[in-house]
T-cell receptor, first 111, second 115 residues
Framework: GQQVMQIPQYQHVQEGEDFTTYCNSS?????IQWYKQRPGGHPVFLIQ?????EVKKQKRLTFQFGEAKKNSSLHITATQTTDVGTYFC???????????FGQGTTLQVKP | DGGITQSPKYLFRKEGQNVTLSCEQN?????MYWYRQDPGQGLRLIYYSQIVNDFQKGDIAEGYSVSREKKESFPLTVTSAQKNPTAFYLC??????????????FGPGTRLTVT
């Protein structure tokens, strides 16, 4: 079945540094979603990308969907301690809506 | 205030006992999902239901059972046949209306510990 691979697994940054997590698939994806899970919490939807080469921004977060629709990235500019958590990419099945999640990238931010 | 509720937040059981986790939503969503999350790992799909009285196995359904008798409710039973039941269980729901959004809304989760 379709799989999405996410790297890195962990990232420690100093507050104010940038952060990027990458999501890759061997097959073309019809869509990619990003979720954030705070420590001890549940995943919260951030954004969905569906178009080739799409770029969306939410304040300090920039989301990209590759031209071939096989990869995606989430970039955070000037991290803050509130950015701490695990970021997941996920692909939604067009038939069932079920999500296939990447393994997640856990971000730690040192103040 | 709309959302998804899961209860209890923490659950402790002895090995060999069946346990049922509750999931209720008042978002009027047709589709509901159960995921399992183990420490440091992503979410894996256990069961899902796109409509009342119908559900399908996900990737790791062995040792679990579900029912969908009402639109609002999708309880998950962890049976004694599940070999490693200790995990964080997350319920989610999604609208299947117009548009191509696959956004899922997650409940707060239940942490199950079996000893």
């Amino acid at each position: 079945g379709q799989q999405v691979m996410q790297i890195p697994q962990y990232q420690h940054v100093q507050e104010g540094e940038d952060f990027t997590t990458y999501c890759n698939s061997s097959t073309t994806l019809s869509n990619i979603q990003w979720y954030k899970q705070r420590p001890g919490g549940h995943p919260v939807f951030l954004i969905q990308l569906v178009k080739s080469g799409e770029v969306k921004k939410q304040k300090r977060l920039t989301f990209q969907f590759g031209e071939a629709k096989k990869n995606s990235s989430l970039h955070i500019t000037a991290t803050q301690t509130t950015d701490v958590g695990t970021y997941f990419c996920a692909h939604g099945s067009s038939n069932t809506g079920k999500l296939i999640f990447g393994q997640g990238t856990t971000l730690q931010v040192k103040p | 205030d709309g959302g998804i509720t899961q209860s209890p937040k923490y659950l402790f059981r002895k090995e060999g006992q069946n346990v049922t986790l509750s999931c209720e939503q008042n978002l009027n969503h047709d589709a509901m999902y159960w995921y399992r999350q183990d420490p440091g790992q992503g979410l894996r799909l256990i069961y899902y239901s796109q409509i009342v009285n119908d559900f399908q196995k996900g990737d790791i359904a062995e040792g679990y059972s579900v029912s969908r008798e009402k639109k609002e409710s999708f309880p998950l039973t962890v049976t004694s046949a599940q070999k490693n039941p200790t995990a964080f269980y997350l319920c989610a729901s999604r609208t299947t209306g117009q548009g191509i959004s696959y956004e899922q809304y997650f409940g707060p989760g239940t942490r199950l510990t079996v000893t």
